[in-house]
C-alpha cells in the first residue's frame, strides 16, 4: 500500500508569508497527486492535480510542484481566507487512494 | 452546475446497518468514477470506497466485507450500505465525484454524519 505524509503538521504564519508544505509518497506515484483545502464544518476543496494543475477558479496564488516520490503545496502570499488544513491525495493506484495526514495553517 | 446531496446519516447502535444515499445533478453518475471519503470527529481525511464507471468497486481495508458501494443510473442516485457498523465508523460521510485511477476528486457534497454508539 502506498502511504503518504505530509510536513509540517501545524505551520504558524502571519498574512503575506510564502508557505511551503511537502507531501511524500511511500512509493512513486508519477505526478498523481491533488491537494485538497478544508475548512472547518466544511467538504474539503480540489485546488491542485496532476501534481502541478491548478483547478479552474482557484487563485493563482497557489501551486504545487513535485513528481515520483515528494510534492510541494506553495502558497505565494498568505491571505486570511488561507488559513485552513491541507491535504494530499495520491490516486495512482486502482484500487487504494490514500490522503496525507494534513497540514494546518494558522494565524502566528 | 454539479451538485452531490448526502442523505441517510443519523445514530445508530454498534453493530448495526445504514444507507446512505448522494444525489446527483448537474452530471450523469454512471459516466463517471465515484467515491466514498469519511472523516472521523477531529481527524483526517480517510478514503472508503471507489466505483468505476464500468460497474468495478474497492474498498479501504477497514470497511471491506461490511460496506457495499452501488448506483442506481435511473435515479443518479449513489449509496453506501454499512452494515456490522462500529465505533470507529463514526464520521461525516463523503460522497465525491471523481476519486478512481488517475481521477482526480473535482467535487464533493456536503456530508452527511454518521455516528455509532450505544
Known sequence: DIQMTQSPSTLSASVGDRVTITCRASQSISSWLAWYQQKPGKAPKLLIYKASSLESGVPSRFSGSGSGTEFTLTISSLQPDDFATYYCQQYNSYSLFTFGPGTKVDIK | ?118
Open chain 2, 1 to 118: 452546475e454539479v451538485q452531490l446531496v448526502e442523505s441517510g446519516g443519523g445514530l445508530v447502535q454498534p453493530g448495526g446497518s445504514l444507507r446512505l444515499s448522494c444525489a446527483a445533478s448537474g452530471f450523469t453518475v454512471s459516466s463517471n468514477y465515484m467515491s466514498w471519503v469519511r472523516q472521523a470527529p477531529g481527524k483526517g481525511l480517510e478514503w472508503v470506497s471507489v466505483i468505476y464507471s464500468g460497474g468495478s468497486t474497492y474498498y479501504a481495508d477497514s470497511v471491506k466485507g461490511r460496506f457495499t458501494i452501488s448506483r442506481d443510473n435511473s435515479k443518479n442516485t449513489l449509496y453506501l450500505q454499512m452494515n456490522s457498523l462500529r465505533a470507529e465508523d463514526t464520521a461525516v460521510y463523503y460522497c465525491a465525484r471523481g476519486g478512481g485511477y488517475r481521477q482526480k476528486i473535482d467535487y464533493w457534497g456536503q456530508g452527511t454524519l454518521v455516528t455509532v454508539s450505544s
